[in-house]
């Protein structure tokens, strides 16, 4: 089984731990995971503010990129939905044959990190320690658009000493949305303090998301706010174990 | 579509004051989230609503497939019945039609039922404008027109008004147009609910035309179809003698056999009622019952357009339940007058630019007012996938060029060439990680990032040089 890792621009950049967290965790479970250097971004920002020509090289280098692997799996759920939502959407509107062939080829291989634990490896308990009180937010594209529903879940509630707090109205929004943060700012925040106002509310550490774009939102809110809890990729819990716990 | 939102200021201007008015988030907040959780169970008890969402989409997606062929069968269906059926092309031949209509009886009064077609096309203003009075009859349209005031919300349009509002604009206005308040009238909900009765009560006995809307047009019988909770659109229906029915194109429905599904979808999406109290239909003219005089105006008004864009034309699809305004995070924040239309919320943000056209400031920021979340879709009976056709008309909004989009194109790239050139992408991310003592937790400025958020601080070195060093 050849596995590679879509680390995406913004783990890459920002949050390389994520990255790190995700190619420990494979490794553990006893998947060899190999990472393409030529990979950047899938696009998203671009298509979603309305550059979908923009996106096309973008498309085809993705393409390139994971060309003979088996599986593509990243640790973010927009950028898993974008491409297997929004890929065959450029390639209905693209003229280009190669932009199909990219999305019939892709598509079915992506997969989203809680996706591949659950439904390919078979496994919920990856052994993994986190003894903390944590409390989950599903991003929006998570849970509507690949609708991931409750794997991201079972596999918290597998870890040990994990203490999972019920999050009040987990299901809005926390309003990133990409440049829509930048775009419409006031009503980003609002949607973003109301986010952290509700993880306050559960006393949990630590609020985990499987996105980090979204997380990178809600903890500047929670840093800001000089809040009592922050923001965590879902991997790195996993990752965490009794001999290498999380820092 | 009307002059009344014309020169509205964009979206993000909008929202940006509302989100600072504490009593109109606090009112949306609780109203919104009381209407999801019962929708939520209403939708729960059937269990074949997936099948009905999608026979509700499939229903209108033929007949909007074939639309000229049932609005000629309506037509004829209509002039068999009694009735006689005029096409209005946009607002203003609309309005003129209803003008015309209205003067020919020589009235200078009327009453309305609540119809969102008419209030798209600025009917109120162009019959005052010709000397005629517009009685708003529905209850929160009664709200609306008593305070000067804008609707807010497709099915509830005073959401953004509290009982004591209400109760101040009933004592202050009511006087003004009719009966007044009852002395000494409280912020019970009976008792303003029996104070707009009273008022309203004189309009309907009085009143020699009445104006509706329609929620469906049967083409098959030529029957017009009218859900509501109050009971006062039947008053408007039935008592008149002349009925005039302003109703978009796309509300036709080819058979009687199709209401059945949507008279289930409807209630259940809009008021979490598994029937709505009052479901009226009324077919041209019936001897010694009802109005005399049928007429009924078909309008297009933009609709043609949006029928002719492959993406787009789903929004046609759109039954007015409201459901996706109660469950979005942007419009339960903004309010529904920021949208700068009679359509408001995640359907009025698809549908307004491509009625109107993006070329206005408002039209051309409506696009962008949603972080695409998906909630609306995941709620609309008849699974319009509103996400999908926003971001296509962002394509169009963003190809326009204009204000800030020019710049931003340039951005998009240059940044789309470095993501296409990994080496250059990965000696900026060593750079900036090089330099992360340096930058600031706050840019310069009322940056919009960083007003209410901190940046993250960045990594010493990026994934992709952790990678090479320890696993390469």
């Known amino acids: 089984m050849r596995v590679a890792l879509f680390v995406t621009c913004v783990n890459d950049a920002v949050h390389p731990s994520t990255g790190i967290a995700v190619v420990r965790l494979l490794e553990r479970l006893g998947v060899e995971v190999g990472f393409p250097a030529g990979q950047t971004c899938c696009g998203q920002p671009q298509y979603n503010t309305g550059y979908r020509r923009e996106t096309e090289p973008l498309v085809r280098r993705m393409g390139r990129v994971f060309e003979g692997y088996d599986h593509v799996v990243t640790p973010s759920g927009s950028c898993a939905a974008m491409v297997r939502d929004n890929y065959p959407r ?25 996706e591949f634990l659950v439904d390919v490896l078979g496994v919920t308990d990856v052994g993994a320690c986190y003894p903390h009180t944590v409390t989950y937010h599903p991003s929006c594209h998570g849970l509507r658009m690949l609708g991931l529903g409750e794997r991201p879940r079972k596999l918290l509630e597998a870890v040990k000493g994990l203490e999972l707090r019920e999050l009040p109205g987990a299901e809005e929004c926390c309003g990133f949305g990409g440049t829509f943060a930048l775009k419409n700012a006031a009503v980003s925040a609002a949607m973003g303090e109301d986010k952290v106002r509700n993880a306050v509310s559960t006393g949990a550490e630590v609020l985990c998301g499987a996105d980090n774009s979204c997380l990178m939102h809600i903890g500047g809110i929670l840093h800001r706010q000089d809040a009592p809890l922050r923001a965590l990729h879902l991997a790195e819990i996993l990752a965490s174990t009794e001999e290498e716990p999380h820092a | 579509m009307s002059g009344t939102y014309l020169g509205m200021p964009s979206f993000p201007e909008a929202a940006g004051k509302a989100v600072r008015d504490e009593t109109l988030r606090g009112n949306l907040r609780h109203a919104t989230h009381t209407i999801r959780d019962k929708r939520a169970k209403a939708v729960s008890e059937l269990v074949d609503w997936p099948g009905l969402r999608e026979a509700g989409k499939q229903i209108k997606d033929r007949t909007l497939r074939h639309l000229d062929d049932y609005l000629v069968q309506l037509e004829k269906s209509v002039t068999a019945a009694g009735g006689t059926v005029h096409w209005a092309a946009d607002a203003d031949e609309a309005n003129r039609i209803v003008a015309e209509l209205v ?27 010709e000397g005629i009075t517009a009685y708003e009859t529905d209850l929160a349209e009664l709200i609306v027109q008593l305070g000067e005031d804008r609707p807010s919300h497709i099915l509830v349009p005073a959401i953004h008004r509290n009982r004591g509002e209400i109760r101040e604009i009933f004592a202050r206005t009511m006087s003004e147009w009719g009966r007044p308040a009852p002395e000494g009238l409280t912020d019970a909900p009976a008792e303003l609910a029996e104070a707009a009765r009273l008022h309203l009560r004189e309009k309907f006995l009085r009143a020699k035309v009445g104006i509706s809307g329609a929620n469906f047009m049967v083409a098959e019988t030529g029957t017009l179809v009218v859900v509501e909770s109050e009971g006062n659109g039947r008053m408007c229906l039935t008592l008149p003698e002349t009925l005039i029915s302003v109703v978009g194109i796309e509300k036709t429905v080819p058979t009687w056999q199709d209401l059945e599904v949507f008279l289930q979808t409807l209630p259940r999406s809009s008021t979490a009622e598994r029937m709505n109290p009052y479901t009226s239909t009324w077919t041209g003219t019936t001897e010694a019952d009802g109005p005399k005089n049928f007429h009924l105006v078909l309008l297009d008004n933009g609709r043609t357009a949006t029928l002719a864009d492959e993406v787009g034309r789903q929004a046609l699809r759109c039954i007015r339940c409201s459901a996706c305004l109660n469950v979005c995070p942007v419009y339960e924040r903004a309010g529904g007058h920021a949208y700068g239309s009679v359509y408001p919320g995640p359907i009025g943000a698809i549908l307004s630019p491509q009625l109107r056209g993006m070329e206005s400031e408002i039209d051309a920021s409506l696009p962008y007012a949603s972080s695409l979340c998906g909630a609306c879709y995941d709620v609309c009976p008849v699974a319009i996938d509103i996400p999908e056709v926003l ?37 900026g991310e060593k750079v900036a990680s090089k330099t992360r003592g340096l930058h600031p937790k706050r840019l310069p400025g009322a940056s919009a990032w960083t007003d209410s958020r901190d940046l993250p601080e960045l990594p010493p070195e990026p994934f992709r040089d952790w990678w090479k060093k320890n696993r390469t």
């Open chain 2, 103 to 129: 003067k020919a009886t020589g009235e200078r009064e009327v009453v309305k039922v609540k119809s969102m077609a008419t209030q798209e096309i600025g009917l109120n203003e162009a019959l005052e404008a």
């Open chain 2, 391 to 427: 971001v296509h008309l962002r394509e169009r909004a963003a190809g326009r060029g204009g204000r800030g989009h020019r710049l931003e194109k340039a951005a998009m790239k240059a940044a789309g060439w470095v993501l296409n050139h990994p080496a250059v992408l990965a000696a």
């Open chain 1, 90 to 114: 450029i390639a209905r509107k693209g003229s280009d044959p190669e932009l199909s062939r990219v999305a019939g080829s892709l598509v079915p291989r992506m997969y989203e990190l809680t």
